[in-house]
């Protein structure tokens, strides 16, 4: 059985994954600042602070993949970002590095949310982001392909969409990444038997999604289709009025845009 470190256990896409391996397949040491409640057998909990280089090399040591799900998720301020999703990255890959463990990594598709939304991408588009959160995302995939290049280390940054559990507006018919496929992605990314660095898109079969794969390593193969729930949210606007309809990253490009060439 792999033993598997999943930080940020307690978070929206952390506690997903945690529900969803219930049933064992993985030895699980589980990290959150929140409380994460009873432990089940295949489960450990593993307190500290991930800036921690001591106690991020606890973490790790022994393990053979880390899911890093922890950080801050939104468009906060710039100290909190280079706190949670900076500093306790880099101790984290630098953990990875002494103990050869494969980092699974969620960057976020606002590291190209600046993209029109007439535009489709893959993963060597060049990168714009929509905010200093996007900023602090592509922040952690260099941080990726440098411990690869220079140490080894193996990494998939997973650039998430919407992760809901069902789509409820209309840019999640690009977007919406369900709660299986997330599974099936993440799954991917620890079994399959070489990574190197790779950044894949976080994202479901959707019909209109703006975001291609050219390549897979992974196997990863998306079942869910935002377009099933066409018919109820095609005519739901997108959060962030007018300007989130122009640009891939929605709301989060629209906050503080004063482009108006």
């Known amino acids: 059985m792999k033993t ?31 409380p994460l409640g009873p432990m089940a057998a295949h489960e450990t909990l593993h307190a500290g602070d991930l800036r921690d280089a001591a106690f991020c090399s606890e973490l790790l040591a022994g393990a053979d993949a880390v899911v890093h799900m922890a950080g801050i998720g939104t468009d906060l ?23 050869t463990v494969r980092v699974v990594y969620p960057s976020s598709n606002h590291a190209i949310g600046m993209y029109p939304v007439e535009t489709e991408i893959d993963e060597y588009a060049a990168v714009r ?22 140490h080894g ?20 018919l690009h977007t919406w990444l369900s709660h299986p496929d997330m599974q099936h992605l993440v799954e991917c990314c620890i079994e399959a038997p070489q990574v190197g660095f ?24 998306p079942q869910s289709n ?20 122009r640009f891939q990253g929605g709301g989060f490009a629209a906050v503080d845009y004063s482009n108006n060439k």
């Open 4 to 34: 598997i470190v999943l930080t940020g256990a307690a978070g929206n896409i952390g506690k997903v994954l945690r529900q969803q391996w219930s049933d064992g397949r993985y030895q699980l040491r589980l990290n959150d600042i929140k």
């Open 77 to 99: 301020e710039l100290d909190l970002l280079i706190e949670h999703n900076l500093k306790a990255l880099l101790s984290v890959y630098q953990a990875a590095r002494s103990h």
């Open 153 to 172: 280390v193996e990494s998939v940054c997973l650039r998430i969409g919407s992760f809901e559990t069902e789509p409820f507006e209309r840019r999640h």
């Open 198 to 221: 790779q950044i894949m898109y976080g994202v479901s079969a959707n019909t209109r999604r703006w975001w291609q794969q050219t390549d897979n390593p992974i196997g990863y193969q």
């Open 226 to 245: 935002a377009e099933d729930f066409a018919a109820r949210i095609a005519d739901i606007p997108s959060r962030g009025g007018p300007l989130a309809e």
């Open 129 to 150: 982001p929509d905010s200093l959160y996007g900023i602090s995302k592509v922040w952690g995939e260099g941080i990726a392909r440098l411990y690869y290049d220079k």
